[in-house]
């Protein structure tokens, strides 16, 4: 029966040139023949002449010229993901290792962080490896993870070995680990809002507020709280850039509802103090997620482990971070 199969596999794959499909593959995500070419060196009659060829294996037109591009057909669109899968796989079997010697490799690594998570891992990753992975380069990125759901897609498409993200609530699947949570509260200058750890409702809704975001939904977090309640905030200013806040809050009423983690960021040199909200808001989880895919891969499994070494969270202190 396994020899029935296999004969079977390779009569139908017998038909099908490997550089068929990363002509294919190239040319879903260039959408032009002429940047295909330019990505996988060859010239554009030869990527004509490969689609060409894969229109009459297929029976399909698969890609239709138009103003916008070389927009794929339906069946198109289903076969990418499933030759995205197979050549990842194919790379990875031919180009992984089994091991993984971080005094040795000269491995780029994808890694994405939200803004305040970068200022605080960066600095020790980077120093860690000079010691120790003197070869190795760190790609920093900032990418939107919004949910747990939507991460396999994200970390794919952006081609992300290792994100350091923050949810509302555990992730159900196995390529999500967590590390610990992170309280939420809010920031501001305690030369107006006092030396007090908490802040008061009142104090909270007359502020005007500055709404940090590094996810779509997260200042959505705190307005159906408030909602619930048939309260409202002020708004004036919504970013996802944490370096600007210093030179923001120092100084004004102004208050930004923050992690205690990027409050540590925030709250160094100056006038400005962290307080627990006069909300019941649970604590995000900050997790590690990873490309499914690379499961097995052990430098991956070597980064994991080093990041969570480094993600340690300091004891909390909550007035005073």
């Known amino acids: 029966m396994a020899d029935t199969t296999h004969t079977k596999l390779a009569n139908r794959l017998n038909k099908i040139n490997l550089n068929l499909l990363l002509v294919f593959h190239t040319l879903y995500w260039k959408r032009s023949l002429t940047l ?8 554009q009659p030869a990527v004509s002449h490969s689609l060409k060829k894969l229109r009459l294996l297929m029976d399909d037109p698969l890609f239709i010229k138009t103003l916008e591009g070389m927009q794929p057909t339906p069946l198109a669109r289903q076969m990418d993901a499933a030759v ?172 930004c509802v923050v992690t205690e983690s990027a409050a540590r960021v925030i709250c160094r040199n100056n006038s400005l103090k962290f307080y627990a909200l006069p909300l019941d808001v649970p604590a995000f989880k900050v997790c590690l997620c990873w490309d499914e895919r690379k499961d097995h891969d052990p430098g991956i499994h070597w980064l994991r482990q080093l990041t969570r070494e480094l993600m340690t969270p300091a004891p909390s202190a909550l007035g005073n971070p």
């Open 36 to 43: 295909t070419a330019q990505a996988l060196c060859l010239t």
């Open 84 to 255: 995205a899968k197979g050549l990842f796989y194919l790379d990875q079997a031919v180009h992984s290792s089994n091991e993984f010697s971080p005094a040795t490799s000269k491995r780029e690594f994808r890694v994405s962080l939200v803004d305040y998570v970068s200022q605080q891992l960066q600095p020790k990753l980077i120093q860690h490896c000079l010691e120790h992975a003197p070869d190795l380069c760190f790609n920093m990125l900032s990418t939107r993870i919004a949910s747990a759901e939507g991460a396999q897609q994200v970390l794919q498409e952006h081609d992300i070995d290792l994100a350091v993200v923050q949810f509302e609530t555990l992730p159900l699947t196995s390529h999500h680990e967590y590390l610990f949570d992170d309280v939420i509260g809010c920031v501001g200058d305690a030369t107006f809002h006092g030396k007090s750890s908490a802040i008061t409702l009142e104090a909270f809704l007359n502020s005007p507020q500055v709404a940090l975001s590094h996810r779509e939904d997260s200042p959505l977090l705190i307005n159906e709280k408030l909602r619930e309640l048939g309260l409202e905030r002020k708004i004036v200013a919504k970013t996802p850039y944490i370096n600007p806040l210093q030179e923001i809050l120092v100084s004004t009423a102004l208050l």
